[in-house]
Every structure is written in C-alpha cells, then in structure tokens.
Nanobody
Framework: QLQLVESGGGLVQPGGSLRLSCAAS????????IGWFRQAPGKEREGVSC????????DVTDSVKGRFTISRDNAKNTVYLQMNSLKPEDTAVYYC?????????????????WGKGTQVTVSV
C-alpha cells in the first residue's frame, strides 16, 4: 500500500520550534517532488514549501520564509519541515504530498499522494 505518513506535530508556544517528518511506505520518495501544505480551520488549504527530488531546489511561501526550512533524506525515505519562530497563525493541520512535477507542487495541483496530516497548534 502506497502512503505518506506525517509526524512531529503538537502544541508549542509562540516562538517555539517543531520538526515535521513525512515518511513514505510502499514506494520510494527519491523520484518525487514533495510538498508541505497546511489547512487552518475555516480556511482553504495553502502551500507551504516544496522540494525537488534531489533536494537542490526548494520553494517556500512568503509567510514562512526565514522561519521554515524543507529538507529531505532520500536514504531514509523521509522529508522534513523544520519550523522555527512559530506564530499562532501557523496553527493548522499540516500535510505532505508527492508529485513528479515541481511546478505542480508550487501551484498546489496534481499531487499524486497525500498523507493524513498532523496537527500543529501554536498557543500560550
């Protein structure tokens, strides 16, 4: 069974950090562009960051630039999202997804596989 599984979410105070992981089972991630997306209550899903298959190219949405970093370890079949200086507005369910196309990831369309998400809550 092909699936992506997110982990690492939780409750953190403003200014804190979390590292999310996206692990694949049933297939290898090294041929895929991986994106992180998030959806807050009552809001549309938005793209957070994408990384190409080799890890050389990344894209980060403006609202998290300088605070979030995407990376991957293909040997571990895992992609990470390091989140620093977290703000209450970062509260959302975070999803990872896979696609062969970097452009599709940046546009947030045509993703082939999705995880079920992990909750991130930033609150005092």
């Amino acid at each position: 069974q092909l699936q992506l599984v997110e982990s690492g979410g939780g409750l953190v105070q403003p200014g804190g950090s979390l590292r999310l992981s996206c692990a694949a089972s049933g297939f290898t991630l090294d041929r895929y562009v991986i994106g992180w997306f998030r959806q807050a209550p009552g809001k549309e899903r938005e793209g957070v960051s994408c990384i190409n298959s080799s890890g050389v190219s990344t894209d980060v949405t403006d609202s998290v630039k300088g605070r979030f970093t995407i990376s991957r370890d293909n040997a571990k079949n895992t992609v990470y999202l390091q989140m620093n200086s977290l703000k209450p507005e970062d509260t959302a369910v975070y999803y990872c997804a896979a696609t062969p196309s970097f452009r599709q990831c940046v546009l947030g369309v045509g993703m082939d596989y999705w995880g079920k998400g992990t909750q991130v809550t930033v609150s005092v």
